[in-house]
């Protein structure tokens, strides 16, 4: 139910320099869910599937005019800051985040 990947994406990638991140969630009950106005803060928006990118579009379709939305292609079967998505992460953002 995707409760790891994202606020492990975000916590690793809170301190990379010139960097703001937060995770939002879109399914209800999510612990921070997306908003309108996350989505125009953003300059770059990461999910973790493409079925996130599906439900992201049909959700905020109007709110994401010239936004420019990555699916990392990250399955649902890591824990909280798991070595391995923390590598993963850094293997598919960081090319993304420039030289800041």
């Not at 399955?75 to 985040?97: A, C, E, I, R």
Request: net charge positive; with cysteine; charged share 20%.
């Amino acid at each position: 139910m995707n409760r790891w990947r994202s606020p492990t994406a975000e916590q690793v990638f809170a301190k990379h320099p010139g960097v703001e991140c937060t995770s939002a969630g879109l399914n209800h009950g999510a612990d921070n869910p997306l908003t309108p106005e996350l989505i125009e803060w953003a300059d770059l928006i990461f999910v973790m599937e493409r079925a996130h990118k599906t439900k992201l579009a049909k959700a905020f379709k109007p709110y994401l005019g010239g936004k420019r939305v990555v699916c990392l292609n990250i399955p649902d079967n890591y824990k909280f800051m798991d070595p391995p998505l923390v590598k993963l992460l850094h293997s598919k953002v960081t090319g993304f985040l420039g030289n800041a």
